[in-house]
């Protein structure tokens, strides 16, 4: 009994241990390296006529969401966001061009996916609504998911021939901005049900938005779902994974022949410590030594805290036994 009862603080330590290292292996495939297939958009484009003979996946739709939580009801979108879609109106006119009000939005949820409407409803943040349903959207209508900030360089055609991709700002995390894909694809399903068991409120607004429904959960579910795949086979013609389409901006990275960013024209969902993931996100290598020294520091004082402890017991158990002489 005396041994279990000195063991029993190492229990909770182990098990903290084992959920702080399981978290930093989530956070490691989150952001550094990712499955899938990297390709660029000059690599796109330079492979079109290539495949144009080949079935075409995506359908000819390109989705957009507007939810207006500032002033509520008011579907006008802002003169740059309008100014920055009409560029993919313009290249785009065999497109069918849909934009998705708050309305619109939650009696598609109400219409087509009604179990998870409670969880849309419950959103603590608008923002996260905007995630789920630009998910829901692949899964059901298929076609090309860009956000109001994001315009077109050219005609989208020579991506409607891969059956799914994100974008990948190829420094972090995955991009949910512009998505695409043919409708029902399986990566849809696993996603859009495992936004259930990721609905956790984790204190700080930057990291419950990006976790529970945003970029951060995004590229979790797609580590998840690579997981699952059989490993590709060089002699096998079917590919199973899936793509990444490379928008990186900075200097002498590919450019950006497909997409355009409208500067200045995102962020309307930034909180207070958006600016301290920022930083973060840019010395990401020097974070995470830190925060594994913090780690290693916290558990050598807490084994010190505990042997000491337990020295100071075995000295009162001494200093108490009878006949002991002072």
């Not at 995004?218 to 013609?237: I, R």
């Not at 002498?252 to 600016?275: C, R």
């Amino acid at each position: 009994m005396r041994i279990s009862l000195r063991l029993l603080w190492v229990v909770p330590l182990v098990a903290c241990l084992g959920y702080v290292l399981s978290r930093l292996l989530v956070f490691k495939q989150i952001f550094f390296a990712h499955a899938g297939i990297a390709i660029t958009q000059p690599e796109v484009v330079a492979a079109y006529p290539g495949i144009a003979e080949n079935p075409q996946h995506i359908p000819k739709i390109i989705h957009q969401v507007f939810h207006n939580w500032k002033v509520p009801g008011n579907d006008t979108l802002p003169a740059g966001w309008a100014e920055t879609r009409q560029t993919c109106i313009d290249l785009n006119p065999h497109f069918e061009i849909k934009l998705w009000t708050e309305k619109a939005s939650r009696e598609f949820i109400e219409a087509q996916y009604p179990w998870f409407l409670n969880t849309y409803d419950g959103y603590r943040y608008p923002v996260q609504r905007v995630d789920a349903v630009k998910y829901f959207l692949m899964q059901h209508y298929g076609g090309i998911y860009i956000d109001l900030d994001n315009g077109c360089n050219s005609d989208l055609t020579p991506l409607l021939y891969y059956p799914l991709w994100v974008t990948d700002g190829d420094r972090g995390t995955l991009s949910n901005n512009i998505i695409g894909s043919r409708p029902n694809h399986p990566f849809w399903d696993h996603l859009t049900r495992s936004l259930l068991s990721y609905n956790w409120n984790w204190l700080l607004p930057f990291v419950t938005i990006s976790y529970a429904s945003g970029q951060w959960f995004e590229t979790a579910v797609w580590e998840e779902y690579h997981a699952m795949l059989p490993p590709p086979e060089k002699s096998s013609p079917h590919e199973h994974r899936l793509y990444r389409v490379l928008m990186d901006g900075r200097p002498g990275a590919d450019p950006w022949v497909l997409f355009n960013w409208q500067a200045g024209g995102g962020g309307t969902w930034n909180n207070w410590d958006n600016q301290l993931f920022w930083a973060i996100g840019q010395h990401l290598f020097l974070f995470s030594v830190l925060l594994f020294a913090a780690i290693a520091l916290v558990v050598w004082l807490g084994l010190r805290f505990v042997r000491r402890l337990r020295i100071r017991r075995r000295h009162v158990r001494l200093e108490g036994r009878p006949g002991r002489v002072v």
